[in-house]
């Protein structure tokens, strides 16, 4: 079974072959499914990243792992999305990448496109367009019918350091 975990140590993270083939068969399950209690009044549901913390996050997370992360919560989109009967509500099925906080990233169902629209920051001087492409940079293969918007964004933290992250949209993106 796999599941989110918080590390709240530095050790090696062990295992982490299998931790990958894990989340992919995580990934798998959601081939043909998709949530048949959805309602407008829900708005949203999601699907965290299953998988302890510093393997996305921190010393030990490479590139070349988040980058399979990210494919894998992208496949799993995609499955949700072929699996969407013709007469669902109408909703958007959508991955959030959030780096360097990999481990808040997401699979997202919005029922509601105001509500969508809402989580999804306006340009403002937080937030400014990634001047990148993360599928690009990391290589993912984005499924017909799936775009992809990145959105950066700086602010200062409590002790007045500057902090930039940045959250990366794929699927059902305006």
Not at 25 to 35: D, I, L, N, V
Not at 71 to 85: G, L
Not at 146 to 155: C, D, H, Q, S, V
Request: aromatic residues 10%; proline residues 5%; neutral net charge.
């Amino acid at each position: 079974m796999t599941m989110r975990r918080l590390a709240l140590s530095n050790k090696k993270i062990r295992n982490i072959p299998r931790r990958l083939k894990g989340l992919a068969a995580w990934a798998s399950r959601f081939e043909g499914y998709f949530p048949d209690d959805l309602t407008l009044e829900q708005k949203y549901c999601n699907w965290k990243i299953p998988v302890i913390t510093t393997l996305v996050e921190g010393k030990q997370a490479t590139t070349a792992i988040r980058k399979e992360c990210a494919q894998q919560m992208i496949n799993a989109a995609h499955h949700i999305r072929q699996a969407r009967p013709k007469n669902a509500i109408d909703c958007r099925v959508i991955t959030v990448i959030c780096l360097p906080d990999m481990f808040t990233s997401e699979i997202c169902i919005y029922t509601n496109l105001d509500y969508h629209r809402s989580h999804i920051p306006l340009i403002d001087s937080e937030y400014c367009p990634a001047d990148k492409s993360l599928a690009t940079e990391w290589g993912l293969v984005l499924p017909d019918g799936m775009k992809e918007r990145g959105l950066r964004f700086t602010a200062e933290d409590c002790d007045g350091q500057p902090y930039e992250a940045e959250q990366w949209y794929f699927g059902e993106v305006d």
